[in-house]
């Protein structure tokens, strides 16, 4: 079990890291960017999951500054990554719903890609559907705002929210993550076939971009690669990996 003191104390004494998951572009086959995902290392529990404190951090405020630092450690990634010579990737930072809510959200958000000296074309904010829905006017505005900025909003979870078609004409976002759940069923399940197709074809005409997550096999990347599926994500490329991992791991992947 963890406690607010716990989390606290995680944030306070750097024991929270990033670990990056790499993305593919399915056309040039070519790594596009990374999506950042929080990890804590505790000295007692190990390697924690942001599954087991993420509704903590949301519910006792601590994801606020949770969420400024994941954006400024991976501005200063992706810095890291340019004086490597890699200077076209995207950085994919999750947004929790309480973030979003906040009234400086997008200033304190833009302060922080400025200051890196990052393009803001360079970020992307990922946000979950679901959550998005409830308080939909206030949020568009602000994803209106970050895009204005040149920063890309990218719709997590997708297909896993109840009233993601109605809403997906009006966001503002630029792509569209298809959920997980639907490319496990890639294989096995015939009906999710022409599902996965459709959506992909659906987001198409509506001007964005898609990527899959949770890809795993080969079959997988081979039935998405021919719906025109932008993207892929998952175990089949890489896991999320520590930064040090990063650099070995671009100049290995063809
Ligand atoms: O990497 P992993 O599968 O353990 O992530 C589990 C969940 O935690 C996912 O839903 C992911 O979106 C979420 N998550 C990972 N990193 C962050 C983060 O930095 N901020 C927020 N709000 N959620 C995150
Ligand atoms: O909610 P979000 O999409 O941000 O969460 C992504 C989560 O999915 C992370 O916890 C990440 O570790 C996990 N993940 C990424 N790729 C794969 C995969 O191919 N298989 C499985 N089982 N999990 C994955
Ligand atoms: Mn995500
Ligand atoms: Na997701």
């Given at each position: 079990l963890v406690l607010e003191e716990d989390l606290r104390h995680a944030l306070n004494n750097d024991e929270l890291l990033l670990y990056y998951q790499p993305i593919v572009d399915c056309v040039t086959g070519r790594v596009s960017g990374f999506?950042?995902?929080?990890?804590?290392?505790?000295?007692?529990?190990g390697m924690v999951s942001p599954l087991q404190f993420i509704?903590?951090?949301?519910?006792?405020?601590?994801?606020?500054?949770?969420?400024?630092?994941?954006?400024?450690?991976?501005?200063?990634?992706?810095?890291?990554?340019?004086?490597?010579?890699?200077?076209?990737?995207?950085?994919?930072?999750?947004?929790?719903?309480?973030?979003?809510?906040?009234?400086?959200?997008?200033?304190?958000?833009?302060?922080?890609?400025?200051?890196?000296?990052?393009?803001?074309?360079?970020?992307?904010?990922?946000?979950?559907?679901g959550l998005l829905m409830e308080t939909f006017e206030a949020n568009s505005e602000k994803l209106r705002l970050l895009r204005q900025r040149g920063m890309k909003i990218h719709l997590?979870?997708?297909?896993?929210?109840?009233?993601?078609?109605?809403?997906?004409q009006n966001l503002p976002v630029d792509l569209v993550k298809i959920d997980k759940s639907f490319i496990d069923e890639l294989e096995g399940n015939e009906h999710t076939v022409p599902l996965v197709d459709s959506i992909i074809a659906l987001v198409h005409r509506l001007g964005l971009q898609t990527v899959a997550e949770g890809v795993e096999t080969g079959l997988q990347h081979s039935r998405l690669a021919c719906f025109g599926c932008d993207r892929i994500q998952g175990y089949l490329i890489s896991r999320p990996m520590p930064e040090e991992q990063v650099l070995p791991f671009l100049k290995e992947y063809k």
């Open positions: 999506e950042a995902l929080l990890r804590w290392n505790s000295p007692q529990l509704r903590l951090a949301e519910e006792t405020g601590l994801i606020i500054p949770i969420g400024l630092w994941v954006l400024q450690e991976g501005c200063a990634f992706l810095a890291r990554l340019y004086r490597a010579g890699y200077v076209d990737m995207l950085l994919s930072v999750n947004v929790s719903i309480i973030q979003l809510l906040q009234s400086d959200f997008v200033e304190s958000m833009w302060a922080i890609v400025r200051d890196a000296g990052i393009p803001p074309e360079h970020i992307a904010f990922e946000i979950t559907e997590d979870d997708f297909g896993t929210g109840y009233s993601s078609l109605k809403y997906l």
